[in-house]
């Protein structure tokens, strides 16, 4: 039912926005700002969950690395606890290789 609303919808605006550039005219450039408005609002959108999501693994692998001390420095799991820090230290390195360059 979702799915045959979301088609009739993107039909609709299809159909809407192919009248709406065909009665604008020649030299217009409105169909233009609103598409340079709606690719704005998503990009900037998606910047936001991006760094988010960093923000929360940062947080992941931080906990990751107290935890695999704590467990190898007690004695409790000392093969686990070398795991989780070597999993942080990947996920730190990567995560930090992959957001300088955004």
């Known amino acids: 039912m979702k799915a045959r609303r979301g088609i009739i919808l993107l ?7 192919a009248l709406l550039a065909r009665a604008q005219p020649a030299g217009s450039n409105f169909l233009d700002t ?3 408005e709606v690719e704005t609002v ?6 936001r969950m991006l ?21 190898w420095a007690s004695g409790y799991a000392i093969s686990r606890g070398k795991q989780l820090i070597v999993g942080a230290i990947i996920i730190a390195v990567l995560l930090e290789a992959l957001s300088g360059s955004i």
Do not use: W
Not at 11 to 17: A, D, E, R, W, Y
Not at 53 to 70: D, F, N, P, S, W
């Open 42 to 47: 998503i990009v900037n959108g998606l910047r």
């Open 11 to 17: 039909v609709f605006l299809t159909i809407f926005f």
């Open 34 to 36: 609103i598409i340079s």
């Open 51 to 71: 760094m988010a999501v960093i923000r929360i693994a940062r947080i992941a692998y931080l906990l990751m690395g107290i935890a695999g001390v704590l467990m």
